[in-house]
C-alpha cells in the first residue's frame, strides 16, 4: 500500500493512460495469447489517441502490464536516447510515474523497437515488441480470410516458396530483418523488424516476449522456454549476420554492429547497436580500436541510419 | 450505488486500479510458468466459498464481454450477486457459452463441456478457473512444455481421478483447447492448453 501511494503521476489521466475497461480488455488478450504461443490474437477496443509509427500497439501493452512498482527501460534499433525511445520513456513517466532505467538488467519491463538487448533477460521481465505489421504472410497473401485460414490449417507452404525463390535469385535467403520463424513447432510468426541476428535470442528466452500491433489490433506472444526455429532448408541453414570488425569503442565481437559514417571523407566505424551494452562494457574496461577517438565517441550517441 | 440490492454485498478491490493490475500480474506469470505457485498480493473480501485469488481473478478480468459460467454452489450463493455488482458480467447457465468458468475441484464438470474456441480463432475458448483444496500436496505430476525450463514436478490436489485423462484429450486439439487456473486460497497455478501432463 505505500508504495502504491507514494507513485505520483499526472492525475489528468488514468493510471497508465489507459481507462480499466481498454486494460481488461488487452489483459485478457494477453493470456490467450501466451496459451497459445505465435498465434495473433485479434482485440477490439477504441483507437488510441497517438499516432501509429509511434509505437501505439507496444504502448498499449505495456500500459495494460506495468504497474507502479515497475521499472521501465524502452529502446529502439537498440538505442536509449533516440527520440522514439526517449518519448516513450517520457510518456509512461508522465502517466504512471514509474521508474526508467537504461540497464537492461535492472527493467522489469523493456519496450523494444526493432532490437532484442544483448545482455541475455532474466525470468519476470517482459520484453514489449513494438509491431508494425503482425502477419508474416500479408506481403504474399493480402487477404485477412486466407491467412487466417492458413494459420488455422498450418498451411505455411507458400512462405517456403518465398524463401527459397531468395535462394534461386541471391544463392541465399536475403531476408535480414522481420525472418519468419516457427514458435512451438505451430504457428508461424514474425518477430517484427528485427534483425536475424536477434532470432535466437527468442527461443528458450527466460522472459516473457509479448508483440503489440496497433493498427492491426493485434497481440501475440512467446511464453518463456519456448522452441523458436526460423525457418530454413536443409541445404540452405539459417545462419545470423556476422562481421569481420569488431565494435570500434568497446571491442565486442559478438554484438549486433551499426555502421556509423564519421566524416565526408569515407571514414566510417563499426559500434554497438545496444547503446546500453557497449556502455557497460567500456565502463568495465573494454576497449575498441577507436575506444579512446573524441571523434568516434561523439558519433557513437547519435542516431543510427534507417 | 444502492445498498437496498442486497446488504450483505462485499466490497470490491480496495484500489480497483491496483489491485487488478496486480492480479493480472500475477495470473500472466502463472500462465508463463506454468505449474509453479504465484500468490495475488490483494487482500479481498470474498463470499463463500469464492477464493481470494479466483475472485481477485474474476474482478481483474471479467466484465460485460465475458459470459462467465458458475457452478451451482457459486450460482446460488451471493457470490453471483458479486460478480455480477463488481465485474458486470453476464452469468450465463450454457457451459458451452462461457469464456471463463467458475468451478470447484470436487464438483468439476467434464473439460468437453466448455467452448474451444474456433480452428481460424483458438483464443475464443474458455479458461477454467478451478477451486482446489491444495496446490502442492496431491498426487505427482510432472509438466512439460511452453514456460517450463525442461519439466516440473506438480502436486495440484482433490481432482476427480479421470482428470488427467480429460487434459490429454484437450491437449489434443492443440491450438484449440480450454485453458486452466488452479486456485486455492491466495495462491494459483496456471495450466496452459499447450502443457502434457504426466500423470
Ligand atoms: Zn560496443
Redesign the pocket.
Known sequence: MSAVSAVQWDEAYNFAYLDEQTKRMIRRTILKAIAIPGYQVPFGGREMPLAYGWGTGGVQVTASVIGPDDTLKVIDQGADDTTNAVSIRRFFERVAGVETTETTEDADIIQTRHRIPEFPLREGQVLVYQVPQPEPLRKLEPRETETRKMHGYAEYGLMSVRLYEDIARYGHIATTYSYPVMVNGRYLMSPSPIPKFDNPKMENNPAIQLFGAGREKRIYAIPPYTQVKSLDFDDHPFKVQTWKEC??????KS?YLDEVILDDRGGRMF??SDTN??ED??AKGHT?PLGADPAALAFAHKEPAQ | MTPSASNDLLPGFADPVFDAQSAFRATLDAMSYPGRVQTVPTSLATPEPLGIAAGSLALALFDFDTPVWLEPVLAEGPAAGYLRFHCGCPVVSGMGEARFALVNAASLPRLDNFGIGEDRYPDRSATLVIAVPSLTDGPGTRWTGPGIDGSIGVQIAGLPDDFWAQWADNRELYPQGIDVIFTCGKSLVGLPRTINVEA
Open positions: 565494435c570500434a569503442l568497446c571491442g565486442a554484438s559500434v554497438c551494452f557497449c562494457r567500456r575498441g
